[in-house]
């Protein structure tokens, strides 16, 4: 054994016999917080703006059960599906919403989208699109 191989086992050693060299699992990472959201109802469900990263998500609430006389607890159904993106801002947008249709107008960069929500009332499927329909600072 040379002299550092000797050191570094004296070294090994001694923190070992202390407990400080004893295998310890590594902390567990700190949870990821949620992402800030703007929601926002439709006909057939909520449409849910992810206002950190601009992605626009349709969530449908189809429920099965519940017939008269029947089946007295309702089952949700309802599932959830990314629609499209509007991009980030960090001035923050704004949304308005109609009957199956939400709108939303980016504070950043002034597009204005018009996102377009279906539910599938069978098995409670989640379809849509969003697509820039406008920009204000043409308008």
Request: with cysteine; hydrophobic share 40%; glycine share 10%.
């Amino acid at each position: 054994m040379t002299a550092t191989t000797r050191s570094r086992a004296t070294v090994a050693v001694a923190l070992l016999a202390t407990g400080l060299g004893a295998w310890r699992r590594p902390p567990r990472s700190t949870p990821v917080p949620p992402p800030n959201v703007t929601m926002s109802a439709v006909a057939e469900g909520m449409v849910v703006l992810n206002t950190d990263r601009g992605t626009v998500t349709f969530c449908t609430y189809i429920s099965e059960g519940n017939l008269p006389g029947i089946d007295a607890s309702p089952r949700p159904v309802g599932k959830c599906a990314r629609i499209g993106a509007v991009g980030a801002s960090a001035a923050g947008y704004a949304m308005i919403q109609s009957t199956a249709d939400v709108f939303i107008y980016n504070k950043s960069t002034g597009y204005v989208f018009q996102c377009v929500t279906l539910a599938n009332p069978a098995d409670g499927t989640a379809f849509g699109l969003c697509h820039q329909m406008a920009n204000t600072s043409t308008m």
